[in-house]
């Protein structure tokens, strides 16, 4: 398998204290099966859907202090983790977690960009990432949450070497970053909407058939929802807090409405 150009979103994870409580969420809302946990690997539990491995689940480190928060963090791919490491120094970011090779599957870092907005990076080994990527249960999208959209926009394009587009509304500030491969993450500015508490962040957005069932299946699962269902020219989509906190999306890519907006 050919690598993807650096960049590209690679693979999932989050922490949770209640791991159980994960797996059953995400099983309701987005059919998702478990591995083993690796207790090699602090109990890293990989997710599936019709055997692809969509994502992974874990538990907090022991001894991490203070309560950890759960929330999704998205992984880019790096033909050399290090590297990337440095050019997000040198862009302003924040490396929260120095390149650690976990054992043959590949290397990990984990960062900040100058807004605060958390990622991963990803120098793929024998793990090559996301095995399905816009069918229902996997992978389909991601967009940049952030308070201050020029910083964000400096550093990810100076990290990843991304080109940028801007979409035609003046009613929006929304931006694509692109691979040579085409289109890679969105960047949305936070407005008023967003509570001052809420952090810049990443929005993973997972497929699904039906984004008002994923949601109905989410609220009785103990999830909230926080925006829409809503229609777009991408699809119908929804943004949800799973029921410890972790922010995601579901959308359902077939049923859009209205135009493709211009780009400049």
Known sequence: MASPPEGTPIWADAMYRDVEGAKTFYGDVLGWTFGESSSEYGNYTQAYKNGKAVAAVVPPMPGQQGEPKSAWCLYFASPDAAATAAKIKSAGGT???????????????????????????????????????????????????????????????????????????????????????????????????????????????????????????????????????QDSPFGRFAAILDPEGAAFAVLDMKTTVGEMPEME
């Not at 290397?107 to 120098?123: E, I, R």
């Not at 949450?145 to 964000?152: D, I, L, M, N, Y």
């Open 95 to 229: 490396v929260l977690m120095e390149p650690m090779q976990v054992g043959d599957f590949g290397t990990m870092c984990l960062a900040t960009d100058p807004a605060g907005v958390a990622f991963g990076v990803w120098q793929a080994g024998s793990h090559e990432g996301f095995e399905l990527r816009g069918e229902p249960g996997g992978y389909a999208w991601a967009e940049v949450f952030t308070r201050e959209p020029a910083k964000s926009d400096a550093f990810f394009t100076a990290v990843f070497g991304y080109g940028s587009k801007k979409v035609k509304d003046e009613q929006m500030d929304f931006r694509v970053f692109e691979t040579g491969s085409g289109p890679a993450l969105g960047r949305m500015v936070m407005g008023s909407e967003f509570p001052p508490e809420v952090p810049s962040y990443v929005q993973i957005f997972f497929a699904v058939d039906n984004c008002d069932k994923a949601v109905e299946a989410a609220q009785r699962a103990g999830g909230r929802t926080v925006f829409g269902p």
